[in-house]
T-cell receptor, first 113, second 116 residues
């Protein structure tokens, strides 16, 4: 059963635009919400992450917004660039000491020049 | 410092064959895990280990076996390959979970496995 649902499946944005990817999680105790970026032929790499006691985190052009009551979080990419074209995964880490990550289905982003 | 190294990068197997996917990390991470990535499914956890000698099942463990005899290595064994196991397999490692610093998982570049 998929406990983290991600949308949209694919996204096309013009250069300079804002890319928004959404995730929602179900009733499970999660303590950490990372976003991973994956380029073709490579493994996922951590992009940005947030803890559930924080509502927003910004790193450069990337921002996570977190709504604990709605069990939703989203990634905003400001001033999107062609180099941002990649697949993005949201994830949620199960609370405790197992380190288990539950991933969303992924979003393929294409930024057109 | 190579990070997480996976071998082989590509493999084609016939149904019923067995093989071992290798994973090694040089960051002295206690936590290691295996995921499979399929289109539209994201990454799904197969097995994980919180330290040498300790392994546990993830979401999709059937048909796979793991062991963790050293901190550095975490091989994944396919016991009798089936076409449904055609996928891209990723190994990841991180510092001990539950630490305050929220250490991220570091991924290898994957093994692309096709089973005919």
């Amino acid at each position: 059963q998929q406990q983290v649902k991600q949308s949209p499946q694919s996204l096309i944005v013009q250069k300079g635009g804002i890319s928004i990817i959404n995730c929602a999680y179900e009733n499970t105790a999660f303590d950490y919400f990372p976003w991973y970026q994956q380029f073709p032929g490579k493994g996922p790499a951590l992009l940005i992450a947030i803890r559930p006691d924080v509502s927003e985190k910004k790193e450069g052009r990337f921002t996570i917004s977190f709504n604990k009551s709605a069990k939703q979080f989203s990634l905003h990419i400001m001033d999107s660039q062609p180099g941002d074209s990649a697949t993005y995964f949201c994830a949620a880490r199960v609370s405790g000491n197992t380190g288990k990550l539950i991933f969303g289905q992924g979003t393929t982003l294409q930024v057109k020049p | 410092n190579a990070g997480v190294t996976q071998t082989p990068k590509f493999q084609v197997l016939k149904t019923g064959q067995s093989m071992t996917l290798q994973c090694a990390q040089d960051m002295n991470h206690e936590y290691m895990s295996w995921y499979r990535q399929d289109p539209g499914m994201g990454l799904r956890l197969i097995h994980y280990s919180v330290g040498a000698g300790i392994t546990d099942q993830g979401e999709v463990p059937n048909g796979y076996n793991v062991s963790r005899s050293t901190t550095e290595d975490f091989p994944l064994r396919l016991l009798s390959a089936a076409p449904s196991q055609t996928s891209v397999y990723f190994c990841a490692s991180s510092a001990r979970p539950g630490t305050v610093s929220n250490q991220p998982q570091h991924f290898g570049d994957g093994t692309r496995l096709s089973i005919l």
